[in-house]
């Protein structure tokens, strides 16, 4: 329950954001929140990662696809106590908000903007993030901790 309820909160704040955004921001408009650090800048991304597979959305829908059941696999196969339930929910919710706006925008709204990387969006956060604490996890075990 508490997997599909990070991933449910997870996937809504990302949306959220993105709704408010892609209707009250003009494309390529930029909003500095600190002055060339940090900025809200409206991108639509037809692409992946870095702009990667620019306008393959079928290929990248059919990819998001198979890592979404990629993580419901695993989901079920541990135990719901189990440390990785939460980077998994963050994985869930993170591939779902960016496979929602491919499906249904035919881009992924994107906003954060460092100045110093692309831009990206919560979902890209929290796939990040996901992937970060299951590494993490990974080599705590390999180590033997």
């Given amino acids: 329950m508490q997997f599909f309820l990070i991933t449910f909160f997870v996937f809504a704040f990302d949306q959220l954001l993105k709704f408010f955004v892609n209707n009250f921001m003009r494309v390529n408009e930029t909003i500095p929140i600190i002055e060339n650090v940090l900025h809200l800048t409206y991108v639509q991304n037809k692409g992946a990662a870095f702009g990667l597979f620019w306008g393959r959305s079928a290929f990248l829908l059919i990819i998001g696809v198979f890592v979404i059941g990629a993580i419901l696999h695993y989901h079920n196969k541990i135990s719901l106590n189990d440390y990785l339930q939460i980077p998994l929910a963050f994985l869930l919710g ?7 706006d491919r499906i249904f925008r035919s881009y992924v709204v994107d906003f954060i903007d460092f100045r110093v990387w692309p831009v990206f969006n919560l979902a890209d956060i929290m796939i990040n993030l996901g992937v ?3 590494l993490i996890k990974l080599i705590q075990d390999w180590r033997g901790n």
């Fill in 94 to 100: 993170g591939s779902l908000g960016n496979m929602f």
């Fill in 132 to 134: 970060f604490l299951v």
